[in-house]
């Protein structure tokens, strides 16, 4: 049985041919025309001035961080619902993560317990070096309440963007806001280098800072000279010329998984207990992954016994993310509020949306879903529905 994967890579001819092309011009260290290219085409793409390539979107927030001085003894406030590369990236520097809840519409960080945990700091005189926002599952974060509490406790915003790329905010791109933002193209995002990232930034001297650091933090001499310690984390030349044919279809890709989501709600929607993270009012969301929600009371199944029936049909199906604050590594760090994330936890799943999914696999996404709660109320059907 072919297996329908959750969000498989997605290329075609013109990755192949820049791909070779850039090997046949023997460009194949980790620098060279198309990672040049590929950094001004991305921040034309997002709207801001400044790019970095990097080797991963991890990396990309390590530097972000780096950059802007923050270090031991600061703390970084960020939604506790996000995959652990947000939160590594906080330890990674010796900072101290402090995890927020998320709003229930949007799964983003919530801005008015943003702003309480920010009073708590001020009044405590704990130092709060950064806020790491969570653009999670291609929808932005509430950048216009979240300015303005950052504004009013004259914080830093840094942006996780990882997940996405050719999301809107109003008019502007996801990216585009705070001191700098971070990017994936990991093989499952809306693009990939296979691994890969991108730190962006209005500001020149953030990205000159991470693009030192990502080369050895090595000094201006003829010999190898290092005033400081530095990574290895720049993009290669060869990653890049895949970067650059993959963003040349980045709003196809886009429209793509919209529509699949569209179809999901179409068909899927009418099911008692059946919800989805749909676009906040604010912007338009890149459907990187359609996410839906089970009350297993109302659908008669939970999401778990969703996962495994179409795990049985060889359909990759994955929960949402684990809140950080219920991660054993981040067991020791604060949190305010986490009921909405758990919750989300405990009833989320993502399904199939890679933009290259055929419609007859969809088909056979929907069908098996729809299945689910028949075979649990028959307690029958042979695989691990009627056993959960």
């Not at 011009?25 to 620098?31: F, R, T």
């Not at 994936?184 to 953030?206: A, D, E, P, Q, W």
């Not at 196809?252 to 906040?280: C, M, N, P, W």
């Not at 109302?298 to 929960?319: C, T, W, Y």
Request: neutral net charge.
């Amino acid at each position: 049985m072919k297996r329908i994967y959750l969000s498989p890579p997605h290329a075609g001819d013109l990755e192949r041919r820049l791909l070779l092309a850039a090997f046949d011009s023997n460009w194949i260290a980790p620098v060279g025309p198309d990672l040049d290219a590929f950094e001004r085409e991305f921040a034309e793409d997002v709207g801001v001035p400044c790019a970095v390539a990097l080797s991963s979107g991890t990396a990309a927030l390590h530097l972000a961080l780096l950059a802007l001085g923050v270090g031991r003894g600061d703390r970084v406030i960020t939604s506790t619902l996000t995959f652990a590369a947000t939160a590594n990236a906080i330890a990674y520097v010796g900072a101290t993560p402090v995890f927020v809840d998320v709003s229930r519409d949007t799964w983003t960080i919530d801005p008015d317990l943003l702003n309480e945990e920010l009073e708590s700091c001020a009044r405590s005189g704990a130092r709060v070096a950064a806020v790491l926002t969570v653009d999670l599952y291609g929808q932005c974060a509430d950048y216009d309440r979240i300015e303005a509490v950052c504004r009013r406790h004259g914080v830093l915003i840094v942006e996780d963007a990882a997940e996405a790329l050719g999301a809107t905010y109003h008019s502007r791109s996801a990216g585009a806001f705070g001191a700098c933002a971070a990017f994936s193209f990991n093989g499952n995002k809306i693009i990939t280098t296979s691994g890969g990232g991108m730190l962006v930034s209005h500001s020149r001297t953030v990205i000159d800072r991470a693009r030192h650091l990502a080369t050895q933090a090595r000094d201006v001499a003829p010999h190898y000279e290092h005033s400081e310690t530095g990574f290895n984390y720049r993009l290669s030349n060869l990653l890049a010329a895949i970067g650059r044919a993959q963003l040349t279809t980045l709003d196809d890709k886009v429209a793509r998984r919209r529509a699949i989501r569209q179809r999901y709600e179409a068909e899927l929607g009418h099911l008692s207990g059946i919800g989805f993270l749909t676009d906040a009012p604010y912007g338009q969301s890149n459907a990187w992954l359609t996410c839906i929600t089970i009350d297993p009371a109302a659908f008669g199944a939970s999401s778990d016994m969703v996962r495994q029936h179409l795990q049985d049909k060889n359909i990759e199906a994955r929960p949402v993310w684990k809140p950080m604050h219920l991660q054993p590594a981040f067991r020791h760090c604060h949190v305010r509020g986490g009921a909405v994330a758990a919750r989300v936890f405990a009833t989320g799943l993502c399904l199939p949306s890679g933009s290259g999914m055929s419609a007859a696999d969809q088909a056979l996404v929907i069908a098996a879903i729809e299945e689910v709660p028949r075979l649990a109320a028959q307690g029958c059907g042979g695989g691990r529905v009627a056993r959960a």
